[in-house]
């Protein structure tokens, strides 16, 4: 077994030097997943940890009792099956080499083991070779054979890792200028020198066929010219002036010559629709209308890579070269998306049919397209006397014009901002708002969008309700309002909160406005609210389908007070009683007395329990109206209807007996004198007084209960009495002592007089 390179030993194709390149198609996405696991390099992934690679004449494992194992695709299958996990998709890519290239599996590792002995600052020992894997007797071999080897710098790195992938999609152009970055020898490596020889073969063909091509076309022989350009364009797929040249010289509907007839995919019949959107374009094929030049349906692409379409985009530059880009993204509807296109460009879009991933036929092209989209999403609300609009910008505009135009012609107090429009102070009538984007264009001028057009219409709005009033009386409410002038206001109560002052509101059948209030109409007008009640009154000033929220308050009717009863108790106060109301914290007792309205006191139920409740009266009559304390602060109050308690003036009767004069060794006769109290007018009908007497034995006769419990003495009319006027009689003698005198008052009314007795021995007659 030899231990250098050079020797006759391996497999077929095996190595007589080191590998400059890899040499294999998606080596990027190899070193991509390789990273991603942290290996240093692909054997770290085929054996096992301890154990050792062999690497001069074949990719080896060692095994037990020195034997060693050879790593094929069969051996990396059982591989991939043990790790599986994160190590399938790299194995899987390395099987898929192997199966393609025997010799690749050893080229790839080779490069990457030279790679790292380069970069280590000790690559010249074996035993950093040993570090990476490699067992000990092929270590030094190999160190000495990669210190002598061609070292590349990033760049040159760069084109010999990235030239298969170029080669296998065609792209010869991008080939030849990665090859011109490498040695012309190919540093000694075999493969990559016959690589190199191919790539030059192709492009001098591709040169070749341009050339003929071109004279061609000078000849005005444009089949031949295209047919020339198509063969130059299935040689390098990425050669500029064969790719603009069939654009060039396409011909709109038909194909290029005999060799576009079996072509796949773009072809006869078809056309490439392109639709503007504000970020990107949309381009598509499908079959051509009779009379249309561009479709606006598109058609998905083909599925197949290897056998669809291609399609690029063309972007004129003035003065320059016309550049090129290939459109990969496909749309979610059909065709492919452009979602990078140049803002201010003329751009133009081909579609090309590929066979086995070759361009196979003419192109079909695109209308050129001005890329200047519009704004998008533009949107408007109206009010009163006002237009508000909303939009998005596309990103690479350099700003947006606006003009709204209205009934009388363009529109002046137009607020705009970005994105946005607010125009008020607007009269009734249909408005029309136009947008343009501007760009900036290759030349350095502005450009202007197609533009937008969006139509508005402003109606009628009832004017708003400007301030709400109410005043409590009577058990009623009225209510006054200023503004609201041609509308139709009603109060009404929000069930879930009234909107603000001033807030818009178009009738919605499924959220319909509250009904006007369902309160009774007082006798003496005003509106009823119901006891208890605690109600946010609001305005609402309404026109048709549209109506305004207006200013609000609150209206609260107590609960009413039932089973009041007052009753004067001297020394100027009058005792009150009432059936507490349940859901009151506090009791009001206000008293309308001698033309004025004063509250004398509040009073919690714990007071009203323990100590009752005393009111200061003067003696003239007054009314006594009992309510629940209002739990809303700054709530207009209605005390509910009814209540009221009326107590009359305090009116007495007194009267006295007054013992006779003396008269040597008797009395004369004695009198009965009564007074009349009364503050204010006497009422006419004031009751009858009567004096009854009752006759009785021995020293303490009782005294009469009732009227006619007794003899009546002596009646007293009430038409007689008059205040600051005493009545005097004298009182009858025919009794025989002992017995009790008093009086009575009698008559309708005699409920509602004091009756003043003097002291009860007075009125006892032994």
């Not at 009738?507 to 007082?522: G, S």
């Not at 107590?647 to 009767?653: C, E, K, R, S, Y």
Request: charged share 20%.
């Amino acid at each position: 077994m030899g231990l250098e390179f050079g020797h006759n030993l391996g497999l077929r194709r095996a190595l007589r030097g080191l590998p400059l390149s890899p040499l294999v198609t998606g080596y990027g996405r190899l070193v991509a997943r390789q990273r991603a696991l942290g290996l240093r390099h692909i054997g770290d992934a085929l054996v096992e940890r301890g154990r050792v690679l062999w690497v001069l004449d074949g990719v080896f494992e060692e095994g037990g009792a020195r034997r060693r194992q050879h790593i094929g695709a069969d051996r990396l299958r059982r591989i991939g099956a043990a790790r599986g996990g994160a190590y399938g998709p790299l194995l899987a890519q390395l099987e898929a080499v192997q199966l393609q290239d025997p010799a690749a599996l050893r080229r790839i590792l080779l490069y990457q083991l030279v790679e790292l002995l380069h970069a280590h600052p000790q690559g010249a020992d074996p035993a950093t070779a040993v570090a990476l894997g490699v067992c000990p007797q092929e270590a030094g071999p190999l160190v000495r054979v990669a210190a002598a080897h061609l070292r590349l710098d990033k760049q040159q790195r760069r084109a010999v890792e990235e030239l298969a992938d170029a080669w296998a999609d065609g792209k010869v152009r991008r080939a030849a200028g990665l090859a011109a970055l490498l040695p012309a020898g190919g540093g000694g490596d075999a493969l990559l020198r016959r690589r190199l020889a191919e790539i030059a073969e192709r492009v001098k063909e591709a040169d070749d066929a341009l050339d003929a091509a071109r004279d061609a076309e000078r000849t005005g022989d444009a089949r031949a010219a295209e047919d020339r350009t198509l063969r130059a364009a299935r040689l390098a797929s990425d050669c500029p002036r064969a790719l603009l040249g069939l654009v060039r010289l396409h011909r709109p509907g038909g194909g290029a010559g005999p060799e576009a007839e079996d072509a796949e995919g773009a072809g006869v019949g078809e056309v490439l629709a392109v639709r503007p959107a504000p970020e990107s374009v949309a381009v598509a094929l499908s079959p051509a209308p009779e009379s249309v030049t561009v479709a606006l349906s598109p058609a998905p692409p083909a599925a197949d890579a290897v056998n669809g379409t291609r399609v690029l985009r063309l972007t004129r530059v003035p003065g320059g070269p016309t550049g090129i880009a290939e459109i990969t993204d496909a749309s979610p509807s059909g065709g492919w998306v452009d979602h990078s296109p140049p803002f201010g460009h003329e751009v133009r879009y081909a579609a090309l049919p590929l066979r086995d991933g070759r361009i196979d036929g003419p192109p079909v092209v695109s209308d050129v397209l001005l890329v200047a989209p519009d704004v998008s999403g533009l949107r408007s609300t109206t009010g009163r006397g006002r237009i508000e609009a909303t939009w998005t910008e596309p990103s690479g505009a350099l700003g947006v014009r606006v003009r709204l135009d209205g009934p009388g012609g363009p529109v002046g107090d137009v607020v705009v901002r970005t994105g946005a429009l607010t125009a008020t102070g607007l009269g009734v009538g249909a408005y029309v708002l136009r947008l343009r984007c501007r760009y900036r264009s290759p030349d350095g001028t502005a450009i202007e969008s197609a533009g937008a057009e969006h139509p508005v219409s402003v109606d009628p709005w009832p004017a708003p309700v400007d301030r709400l009033d109410a005043t409590a009386a009577h058990g009623a409410v009225r209510f006054t309002w200023s503004g609201g002038q041609d509308a139709d206001v009603r109060l009404v109560s929000w069930p879930a909160g009234p909107p603000e002052p001033g807030a818009e509101l178009t009738e919605d059948p499924a959220r319909p406005w509250p009904a006007p209030l369902p309160w009774k109409t007082a006798a003496g007008g005003g509106l009823v609210p119901p006891p208890g009640s605690v109600t946010r009154v609001s305005a609402l000033a309404a026109l048709g389908p549209r109506a305004v929220a207006g200013p609000g308050l609150v209206v609260e009717c107590p609960p009413a007070v039932a089973g009041a009863r007052v009753e004067r108790v001297g020394g100027g106060r009058a005792r009150v009683t009432f059936d507490w109301p349940g859901e009151a914290g506090e009791v009001a007792a206000t008293v309308e007395q001698d033309g004025a309205s004063t509250v004398h006191r509040v009073v919690a139920r714990s007071t009203y329990v323990r100590e009752g409740l005393y009111v200061d009266v003067a003696p003239s009559a007054f009314s006594l109206t009992l309510s629940a304390a209002p739990r809303t602060p700054d709530a207009v109050v209605v005390p509910p209807p009814g209540g009221a308690v009326r107590v009359p003036a305090d009116i007495a009767v007194s009267y006295r007996i007054v013992p006779g004069a003396r008269r040597a060794l008797r009395r004369g006769p004695s009198l009965l004198r009564v007074t009349l109290s009364c503050p204010g007018e006497v009422p006419p009908d004031l009751p009858e007084f009567v004096l009854v007497a009752r006759p009785g034995t021995g020293r303490d006769p009782v005294r009469p209960r009732t009227p006619t419990d007794g003899t009546t003495l002596l009646r007293v009319g009430g038409g007689t009495l008059s205040p600051g006027n005493p009545v005097e009689l004298p009182v009858p003698a025919g009794l025989r002592p002992p017995y009790a005198l008093r009086g009575f008052l009698l008559g309708e009314g005699a409920a509602d007089i004091r009756l003043d007795e003097p002291s009860p021995t007075t009125l006892v007659v032994r």
